[in-house]
């Protein structure tokens, strides 16, 4: 490189001249978000370029992990700064010169609008490019969702804008998006490729590209055909099917007025509360990350091998986890059969992953060579963590555990899968408290993104930091929870239980009930869920002790869809419908308890299910059971499909009002003549008009 041109100390965009080659690199970590300041410099630097005759081309890149990832979310809410980020794209695409973009990493959201407007992006073979804007509530609002179309075409454009997920540098390629994937060093090959191009006239420009519409217009029926397609996933939400319109406007509309109804759209988004929403969860999800006072010096433990005691479903499905991230499993299981069936269940889910594309056959049996089965439990001996997922009950874990301290190695980590049970009492059966942790892994444990790790009286720094290390490598989003009985996620869980069946006896039906909380966008009710997980978890087993509508359900093999009935009975494809049965049982009850049956308005429903589980929430964080309020939303929405353009338990008790949170619980308690058992934390910041979350 020759000839360092400028270099403000304090700007993050610095120019540097190659030959006639301008190259502008911006260096704003952690992620080049596009903050004002780089705004201000990418603009100075363009003015540059144009101004000065000895520049005959102009390359963007980004020093650090990426690319710009996107506009710089902390801005979001306050004064807008000049200039904004269309005024940025436009005067990079209405530069004299070629402008190539140098692309690494993940150019995602007002990044990639900034490449849009380049007349050429070339990229390193594993970068991402996406318009992830929807997950934060939005849209691509710097003139993305007109010129991604012109560039990638419409179909590709409507599925990145809606959905936000991002593609390959390779399917950049494919689609026309990337005009060289770059082997080696990339802002060199840039400035070579920059070389190339600079005599080329007229300059490519996105905006005025018609050709990838062409193939596009004589489908008109592709935009509905994808909202039909895409039903389930946007249900609820507002982004997606203005992202999909924003879209729709490019193929009807020339670009100077497709980029006004984009605007339109983009203001209508962002002053709605599903943005606020969804970009409040943005960071919640990062901040759960963070450990609070733990000491500075403290430093993971290294995990080379993983165990796991039990293959059932459980077990199975949490060493898949360490097995797709390339960290071998030795499994045990008390009998050769119970051994089969686990490790058979684990192939079956890989080999229906590589049916549906997700994986390949080698990476299958990658994934699956890396298993050891094994009915010694000598076998664990060498692991670095182990995890028990065993029946739940105390005295068996407390067996487990004891056993595990005799043969486990110095430093090994032993980890418990209860739900509800008290990790510290588990902790006192070994020698090691120190070294035990609780790792709550949800169901499907394959699947699901949440790991709650709880947090016992004596597990050190160093164990805390590991499991919250290891949960990022396979993929999992880890929230500490400290020992209460069902720590934050089944805590929250039991109120609203206790209330939805109790609403069964005053008159609702589990329609009703499980109706409300679709209509408020979970993806299913408390009674569909019942059924789901089985009726017949934590029954006495015992039936002729009937003591509730449950208990009754158990004893005639009501346990839910495994058994083809349950609060619901179900057709031979899963169909639920209502049962005459479960009806007669509940009418019964209520009548034997003398409770009135009347009809339940459905607010009542959202006061008596919802706002009890606020309570709880505000009593977790007054024994200091979860950290912060954002992270019992990270659990609500990772873990029991909240809908998170509501921000989560907490956040919507803000955004409804702490206060009527509040009233409605008193007006239930008046009604029902109980008492709930407020959390004074909730009384108290209600009083004062505060709020959880802001
Ligand atoms: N603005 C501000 N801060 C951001 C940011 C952004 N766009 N993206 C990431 N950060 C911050 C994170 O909060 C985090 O901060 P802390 O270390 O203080 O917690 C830090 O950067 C690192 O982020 P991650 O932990 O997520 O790092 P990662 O390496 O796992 O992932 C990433 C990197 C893929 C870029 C990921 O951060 C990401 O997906 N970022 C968001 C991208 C995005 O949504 N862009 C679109 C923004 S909207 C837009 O651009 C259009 C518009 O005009 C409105």
């Known amino acids: 490189m020759t000839d360092v041109l400028d270099r403000p100390s304090t700007s993050p965009i610095s120019t540097q001249r190659h030959g006639d080659v301008l190259i502008v690199t911006s260096n704003n970590p952690p992620v080049n978000a596009l903050s004002a300041a780089v705004r201000q410099g990418l603009v100075a630097a363009i003015e540059q370029a144009d101004a000065d005759d000895a520049v005959k081309a102009v390359v963007i890149a980004c020093e650090g992990q990426t690319f710009f990832a996107g506009a710089d979310i902390t801005e979001f809410g306050k004064p807008p700064v000049m200039p904004w980020l269309p005024m940025v794209v436009d005067a990079i695409e209405n530069c004299s010169k070629p402008v190539v973009a140098a692309i690494h990493g993940t150019a995602l959201g007002g990044g990639l609008e900034v490449a849009l407007g380049c007349h050429y992006r070339v990229a390193v073979p594993d970068s991402k ?153 943005f960071f919640a999800e990062r901040k759960a990350a963070k450990i609070e006072g733990l000491p500075e010096d403290a430093r993971p433990r290294d995990v080379h091998k993983v165990g796991l005691i039990g293959a059932g479903t459980m077990g199975g499905g949490i060493a898949m986890n360490f097995l797709s991230a390339g960290i071998p499993v030795t499994i045990i299981e008390t009998s050769q059969e119970a051994l089969d069936r686990g490790t058979g269940v684990m192939r079956k889910n890989y080999e229906a992953s590589a049916a549906r594309g997700k994986l390949t056959t080698e990476q299958v049996s990658k994934a699956m060579g890396m298993l050891t089965p094994t009915l010694d439990f000598a076998g664990l001996a060498d692991c670095d963590m182990i995890i028990e997922a065993v029946f739940e009950e105390m005295e068996i874990k407390k067996d487990v555990f004891g056993r595990l301290d005799r043969i486990a190695k110095p430093g090994a980590i032993l980890a418990s899968n209860t739900s509800y049970l008290d990790i510290d009492e588990i902790a006192a059966s070994t020698s090691r408290p120190e070294d035990v942790v609780g790792l709550h892994f949800f169901s499907p444990a394959n699947i699901m993104k949440l790991l709650e790790v709880v947090r016992g009286a004596k597990t050190a720094p160093d164990v805390l930091l590991t499991a919250m290390s290891i949960a990022k490598k396979i993929r999992k989003v880890a929230v500490v929870a400290g020992v209460c009985h069902g720590f934050i996620g089944n805590r929250m869980l039991m109120p609203r239980q206790v209330q939805a069946t109790q609403l069964l006896l005053e008159g609702a039906s589990p329609k009703q009930v499980d109706r409300v909380h679709v209509e408020f966008g979970m993806p299913m009710g408390p009674f569909q869920m019942a059924d789901l997980a089985g009726v017949d978890i934590g029954w006495h087993r015992d039936p002729n002790r009937v003591e509730n509508v449950r208990d009754a359900l158990c004893a005639i093999d009501r346990w839910g869809q495994k058994k083809g009935a349950g ?46 589980m606020v309570n709880e929430g505000a009593k977790i964080l007054e024994e200091g059971m979860a950290q912060r309020p954002s992270d019992i939303d990270v659990v609500w929405v990772y873990g029991y499909g909240w809908p998170v353009y509501r921000g989560g338990p907490m956040f919507w008790a803000d955004s409804e009002g702490l206060n009527t949170i509040v009233e409605g619980l008193k007006r239930q308690e008046q009604r029902l003549g109980s008492d709930f058992g407020f959390a004074q934390l909730l009384l108290d910041k209600a009083e004062r008009g505060e709020k959880f979350t802001r």
């Not at 409507?158 to 991002?166: F, H, I, Q, V």
């Not at 494919?174 to 005599?199: F, M, T, W």
């Not at 509940?586 to 003398?594: L, S």
């Open 129 to 281: 490019l996406g318009t992830p804007e929807v997950k934060l509530g939005l849209l691509p609002g710097a003139g993305g969702t007109q010129r991604l179309p012109r560039v990638a075409g419409v179909k590709k454009a409507l599925e990145m804008c809606a959905t936000g997920t991002p593609i390959s540098a390779r399917e950049a390629f494919d689609c026309g998006l990337v005009d060289r994937l770059i082997e080696g060093e990339l802002v060199s090959h840039a400035v070579g490729y920059a070389e190339e191009v600079k005599d080329v006239r007229p300059l490519p420009k996105s905006s005025q590209r018609d050709d990838r519409l062409v193939e596009a217009r004589g489908q008109p029926e592709i935009f509905d055909e994808f909202r039909k397609a895409n039903a389930k996933k946007f249900r609820g939400f507002e982004a997606p099917d203005a992202n999909i319109r924003a879209v729709q406007v490019a193929l009807e509309k020339p670009y100077s007025e497709g980029v006004i109804e984009e605007r339109k759209l983009f203001m209508e988004l962002m002053s709605g509360t599903q943005a606020r929403a969804q970009q409040y969860f």
């Open 567 to 612: 609060f619901y009975d179900y057709d031979d494809k899963r169909r639920p419908s209502p049962s005459p049965v479960v009806q007669q049982i509940i009418e019964d009850f209520a009548a034997r308890q003398g409770v009135e049956r009347r009809e339940i308005p459905d607010q009542e429903i959202v006061e008596r299910t919802l706002y009890t």
